[in-house]
């Protein structure tokens, strides 16, 4: 095919269906609509395939969660990520791991991962491509998007590239070191689209080196907590470890509400979330010849015990028998609720998602379409889903694909049908 461009003419390949983003949406999505019989083009700026897979879950990649359900993600469109996670179930990628005999296993609240490296599931999506015929185009620079109402085209390093629907799988701005960028987020503002204002999520929250000093001599120290913060439809509530670190804290508990907290509000930590301290402490009183700090060793690690004291300006080695009632009180009732102000988060460079992103209240629901512009999808990170941490976000980029692979694929059909 010839294009003619400022009086010129150039050669430009032309697809069907081209996908911007060779990580786990992009690849499941092309791999759907290229095995619909689409001629589909999968293109990707980074040198290596899917590092955002590789790096997963400690190499082993959480591929999912048995447990998915729209409840375990956020949006300012609450609603929008029902339609696709309905249509593809974490039964369903399990089903397609089995076709490809990938082993796997269930770890920590439905988490599934492989039993061997990460490079298991790039494998599956990459063969899934290839049995479509993809045609792949990386390491390829994309420069500008264009659409002249009925085709995109798309100027790459390699030269001009057309299709009838375009996807962006770009991801989100987490991680930047493997090649986060925000170029999804340019093409949704070039074709008039609203972003939900992005910030990291899941990622270590961060405190201000003086009111941190107390804690910071305890980096490496973890233990099960209940941490919340938020009110009424905001609030998040989780079981999950803690992590003390020298800046702050990290752990499970901490990126799952990272997604939840915002600036100046504070988050509540629940150190014994399956006792009641303070009736312990003045039960415990009675009789007793032990000192503060050891019995709270009993409980917490005695790290931690002896610098909560010493925050409370408590001695150590006072006997619970000589501590007043309303001294066991206020500890008691601090140990059910560390009330903490970050100051911060790690940023991007340490989050494993983005929150927020092209607003879904521009898009289908049921394929990912752009109710803006015909044929443009938006899917995986790009868009305003977030999924908590343990396999989620990967269901999403599972389910938003398949969507959109599917729908993209009837849009090409019938564009190609109506040329």
Known sequence: MIERVE????????????????????MMCAAVAAQSGRRVVLLDHAERLAEKIRISGGGRCNFTNINAQPANFLSANPHFCRSA??????????????????????????????????????????????????????????????????????????????AAALVIAT??????????????????????????????????LTFTSADWAPFAQLSGLSLPVRISTGKGKTRGEFDEDLLLTHRGVSGPGVLQISSYWNTSEPIHVDLLPDLDPTAMLIEAKAGSKKQIGNFLAEHVPARLA?????????????????????????????????????????????????????????????????????????????????????????QWAWASGVAAGKAAAEYARDAATTA
């Open 85 to 162: 996670l309905a249509r593809y179930t974490p039964r369903d990628f399990l089903a397609l791991l089995k076709q490809y005999r990938v082993k796997w296993h269930e770890k920590h609240k439905g988490q599934l991962f492989c039993d061997d490296s990460s490079e298991t599931i790039i494998d599956v999506l990459k063969s899934e491509c290839d049995a479509g015929r993809v045609a792949w185009r990386r390491p390829v620079a994309v420069h500008e998007v264009r659409h002249d109402g009925a085709r995109f085209a798309l100027d790459t390093n390699a030269g001009t590239i057309g």
């Open 306 to 394: 002896h610098a909560w004291l010493e925050a409370q300006r408590v001695p150590v080695d006072a006997r619970l028998a000589d501590l007043p009632d309303r001294t066991l009180k206020a500890i008691g009732a601090s140990l059910s609720d560390w009330t903490l102000t970050p100051s911060g988060t790690e940023g991007y460079r340490k989050a494993e998602v983005t929150r927020g992103g092209v607003d879904t209240r521009e898009l289908s629901s049921a394929t990912m379409m752009s109710e803006r512009v015909a044929g443009l999808y938006f899917i995986g990170e790009a868009v305003d889903v977030t999924g908590w941490l343990g396999g989620y976000n990967f």
């Open 7 to 26: 009086g010129k003419m150039r050669a430009m390949e032309s697809f069907d269906i081209a996908v911007i983003g060779a990580g786990a949406a992009g």
């Open 171 to 204: 991801g989100g701005l987490s991680i930047p070191k493997i090649g986060a960028t925000d170029f999804g987020y340019r093409v949704a503002k070039q074709f008039g689209h609203k972003l939900v204002d992005t910030r990291p999520a899941l990622v270590p």
